[in-house]
C-alpha cells in the first residue's frame, strides 16, 4: 500500500507522474549520484534503479551496453545495495530496484528483500519473473512491504492482466508496444485501447514505459496513465552530453 | 492473493530445474505453443508425418557402425558409433529443427529465427525455412561468425539473413539473448527455432522429444547387432541435445550408464572451460529463461567459458540432465581441448570417421573407459555431427602447416583481384 498511497499523494497535485530509469553503476557510482541529484531537483516522482546483469535479455541496446559497462567497470551487487541506502536515505521519492532474478537468487530472496526494505526500497521490478515463478519471492515481498511491480504487455488479454493485477501492489508497468527497452514509441490510438484494457483490469495507477523520450509522449499519456517512464532516453544524454543535461531535460517534460 | 500461489503449476519443472522465466510480452506466445506441442506429442500422426519427412529429406534411420578397429586398438568394449553426422546437414540438429519446422507451419507462423554458436543449428534452421518457404533470421555471436565463417556462407546462400551479435561475450548466450530480444518484437508471426535442450518450458521436454528419435533407432540397432542392451553410452553436451536424443530411450534401462562429456577447454583448473557438471565450478541460477547450473560469478554474473567446439562453448545446460545427473543416473566428465583433437585424430586414421569437434568430446571419454570393460560389452558414441565441414576450425585446430600455405596463397589471389 504505502507506495500506492506515495504516488497517489503526488498525483493530487499533478496530471501524470515521471519515473526515470539509472543503471547502477553506469558510467560510474558518482555520475548516478549527479543524476539523481537532478531528477529529483526537477520533480521527477519515482526512480528505478537497475542492479546490472550480464544477461539482460528485456532490454534494447542503450541499457544493454550500459549494463555491460558498469560491470566491466567492476560494479558489484553489494555496492549497488549501499548507493540505494544513500539515495533512499538523501531524498523524499520512492526508489525501485529493477533486475533480473539470477542476481536475486543468487543473493537469495529473502535476503535480498529484507536488505532492500532495511535501505528503504520500496518496489521491486523483475522482468523475468512471472507470477507462475514467483511463489515464494512474492510472499516474502509482502513480507518485507517492497511492492512488487508486475508487468502488463499489449500481448496480455484481459484475462491475463487480473491474474497478473491479483498478484501485483504499488502501480503497473504497461509496456507500451512489444520488444524491448529503447526504441521509439508512438502514442497511438491502439496504445490508447490498449492503456483502456489495463485501466480495467486493476485499481492500482498505471505507469508506461519504452520508448517514451519526450514532452510530446508524456503529454499523449495524460488521462491515459498515471505515470510515464523515461529509460533510455536518459541514458543516451548522459552519454552524449554529459549529467549536467539531464536536469533541464526533465524539466522540459512537464 | 499470496495463497493461491501455493497451488500453482509448477509446469515444465524436472526436479528442481527447468521452469518458464519469461518476460510477459511472450506470456501468450508461450500458452499457444504449449498448446500446439501437446496436441503434436498426443497425435501418433504427427510423429509418424516427423519419421517420414526426416526419413525421406534426412538420413534416418542413422547407420550404427561397429567401430572394429577402435574396439581392437582399445581391447575392452565393442565400440558403436551412432552416425548423426549423416544426417542432411550434418548434425543431429537437423532432427530438432525439422520438427519444429512442421509444429511452425501447424502454427500458421510465417518466419523464424534462431541462435547458433558453430553455425550446425543455423544452417539446419535456414536449411529448413528454405525448403518450408518461411522467413528466416540468424543470430551469431561476432567470435563465432569469425570462427565460423563457411557456416555464414551457407546461411545466406540457403536465404537467411545473418546478424553477428556483438553484445556480451558474442557467443551461444549473446545469440540466445538476442534472439529473444528479435521474438519479444515479432511475437505475432514469428517462432523462435531453439537449438537445444535449455531455456524456457517448452523448450526442452520439447526438443528432447524431437531428439528422442536418436535413441529410439539405437537401442533397436544395438539389439540387432549386439544382442544385448549397451553397458555405457557416451554424449558429448553442450545445452545437452544430443545427449538427451540418445539417452532418454535408455533411462529406464537401469543397467545402462550415460554418460556426458562437457568442454573441459585448456583444463577445469584453468577456468577456461565449460564444465558445469563435471567440477565444481558450475552453481544454480536462473538465466534465459530457466533454471539450472551455470557457470556465473558469486554474484550471478554470467562467466566466460571457452571450448575449441563452439558448440559446446555456452554458460548452461538442459535442466533435464541437471536433474538426470542430480538423481545419479548420467554421470558427467570433461575432456580438454588436447585430448580431443588426439581423439579425433585416431578416429580418423583407425575409422575414417571425422567426427566434429563437439563429437570428439565423446569418444575422448569412450576411449578412456573401453579398456575397462570386457569385450563382450558393447558401448555406443553419439556422433552428433561431422567434423569435415568444419575444415577450417579443425585445420587451424590442428595447426596445419599446408593448409595455412594454401589459405595464404588465396588470400593473396583474392586480394590481387581486387
Ligand atoms: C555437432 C554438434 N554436436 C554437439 C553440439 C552441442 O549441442 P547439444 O549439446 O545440444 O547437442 C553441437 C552444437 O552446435 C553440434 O554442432
Redesign the interface.
Known amino acids: 500500500m504505502q507506495l500506492e498511497q506515495q504516488l497517489r499523494d503526488r498525483l493530487k497535485n499533478k496530471d501524470i507522474l515521471l519515473m526515470t530509469h539509472i543503471v547502477l553503476g553506469y558510467p560510474s557510482f558518482e555520475i548516478n549520484r549527479q543524476v539523481i541529484r537532478q531528477m529529483v531537483a526537477n520533480g521527477v516522482d519515482c526512480i528505478e534503479m537497475q542492479i546490472p546483469f550480464s544477461e539482460p535479455m528485456a532490454d534494447g541496446p542503450v541499457i544493454v551496453r550500459a549494463n555491460q559497462q558498469a560491470l566491466k567497470n567492476g560494479t558489484t551487487v553489494a555496492e549497488c545495495l549501499i548507493f540505494a541506502a544513500e539515495m533512499a536515505a538523501s531524498y523524499d521519492i520512492p526508489f525501485l530496484f529493477m533486475t533480473y532474478y539470477n542476481i536475486i537468487f543468487k543473493y537469495g530472496e529473502k535476503a535480498f528483500l529484507a536488505k532492500a526494505h532495511e535501505h528503504g526500497i520500496k518496489g521491486c521490478i523483475v522482468p523475468d519473473l512471472p507470477p507462475e515463478e514467483a511463489a515464494s519471492f512474492l510472499q516474502l515481498a509482502a513480507d518485507y512491504q517492497i511492492a512488487p511491480i508486475l508487468i502488463f504487455a499489449p500481448t496480455s488479454i484481459d484475462e491475463r492482466m487480473r491474474v497478473l493485477a491479483s498478484y501485483a501492489n504499488g502501480f503497473i508497468y504497461c509496456v507500451a508496444r512489444r520488444g524491448v527497452t529503447g526504441t521509439k514509441s508512438v502514442i497511438d490510438q491502439d496504445v490508447a485501447d490498449y492503456l483502456k484494457r489495463c485501466r480495467q483490469a486493476t485499481a492500482l495507477p498505471l505507469a508506461v514505459g519504452f520508448g517514451i523520450q519526450d514532452r510530446a509522449d508524456v503529454a499523449a499519456l495524460i488521462g491515459l496513465a498515471d505515470m510515464a517512464v523515461i529509460g533510455s532516453q536518459t541514458i543516451r544524454l548522459v552519454d552524449e552530453q554529459g549529467p549536467a543535461a539531464v536536469g533541464p531535460f526533465i524539466a522540459g517534460l512537464r | 492473493?499470496?495463497t493461491?500461489?501455493?497451488t500453482?503449476?509448477r509446469?515444465g519443472f524436472f526436479g528442481n530445474w527447468g521452469?518458464?522465466?519469461?518476460?510477459?510480452?511472450?506470456?501468450?506466445?508461450f500458452q499457444e505453443l504449449n498448446t500446439e506441442f501437446r496436441r503434436c506429442k498426443n497425435d501418433p500422426l504427427f510423429w509418424q508425418e516427423y519419421v517420414d519427412l526426416m526419413s525421406t529429406y534426412s538420413c534416418r534411420p542413422t547407420p550404427l557402425t561397429h567401430a572394429e578397429n577402435l574396439s581392437q586398438y582399445f581391447g575392452g568394449a565393442q565400440i558403436y558409433v551412432k552416425r548423426e553426422d549423416l544426417n542432411h546437414t550434418g548434425a543431429h540438429k537437423a532432427n530438432n529443427v525439422m520438427g519444429q519446422g512442421l509444429l511452425v507451419k501447424r502454427m500458421g507462423k510465417k518466419r523464424v529465427i534462431a541462435e547458433t554458436g558453430a553455425g550446425q543449428h543455423g544452417v539446419a534452421t535456414a536449411t529448413m525455412a528454405a525448403k518450408f518457404g518461411l522467413k528466416c533470421t540468424i543470430y551469431m555471436g561476432e567470435e563465432d561468425v569469425r570462427r565460423q565463417r563457411p557456416n555464414v556462407f551457407w546461411m545466406e546462400k540457403l536465404g537467411a539473413t545473418v546478424i553477428p551479435v556483438t553484445?556480451?561475450s558474442r557467443t551461444l548466450?549473446d545469440a540466445i539473448?538476442e534472439a529473444?530480444?528479435d521474438w519479444?518484437?515479432?511475437?505475432?508471426d514469428t517462432h523462435y527455432v531453439l537449438g537445444t535442450v535449455c531455456g524456457p518450458h517448452p523448450f526442452p521436454e520439447m526438443v528432447a522429444w524431437f531428439q528422442s528419435i536418436i535413441g529410439l533407432e539405437a537401442a533397436e540397432q544395438i539389439i540387432r547387432y549386439h544382442g544385448r542392451m549397451p553397458a555405457r553410452i557416451f554424449a558429448c553436451v553442450g545445452g545437452g541435445s544430443n545427449a538427451m536424443g540418445i539417452f532418454k530411450r535408455f533411462i529406464p534401462e537401469t543397467t545402462v550408464e550415460l554418460v556426458g562429456v562437457e568442454a573441459g577447454g585448456l583444463g577445469i583448473a584453468t577456468g577456461a572451460h565449460a564444465a558445469r557438471l563435471s567440477g565444481t565450478d558450475g552453481s544454480?541460477?536462473?538465466?534465459?529463461?530457466y533454471k539450472t547450473m551455470?557457470l556465473?560469478d558469486?554474484?550471478?554474473?554470467?562467466k566466460e567459458t571457452h571450448s575449441v567446439a563452439a558448440g559446446l562453448d555456452y554458460v548452461g545446460i538442459s535442466p533435464i540432465l541437471t536433474d538426470l545427473w542430480e538423481q545419479g543416473r548420467v554421470r558427467f566428465e570433461s575432456a580438454t581441448d588436447n585430448e580431443v583433437m588426439a581423439a579425433l585424430d585416431l578416429t580418423m586414421k583407425k575409422e575414417g570417421l571425422i567426427p566434429a569437434l563437439e563429437s570428439s568430446h565423446a569418444f575422448v571419454q569412450a576411449f578412456k573407459e573401453a579398456p575397462q570393460l570386457s569385450p563382450a560389452d558393447a558401448i555406443i558414441i553419439n556422433m552428433s555431427g561431422r567434423g569435415d565441414k568444419d575444415i577450417f576450425t579443425i585445420a587451424h585446430a590442428f595447426n596445419d602447416p599446408s593448409w595455412q600455405d594454401f589459405i595464404i596463397k588465396r588470400g593473396l589471389e583474392y586480394s590481387q583481384k581486387k
Do not use: C, W
Open positions: 492473493m499470496v493461491s500461489m501455493e500453482k503449476d509446469q521452469g518458464a522465466y519469461i518476460p510477459e510480452v511472450l506470456h501468450q506466445t553484445d556480451g548466450k539473448n529473444f530480444r519479444v518484437t515479432n511475437v505475432d544454480p541460477g536462473v538465466a534465459q529463461g551455470f556465473q558469486s554474484d550471478g554474473q554470467m
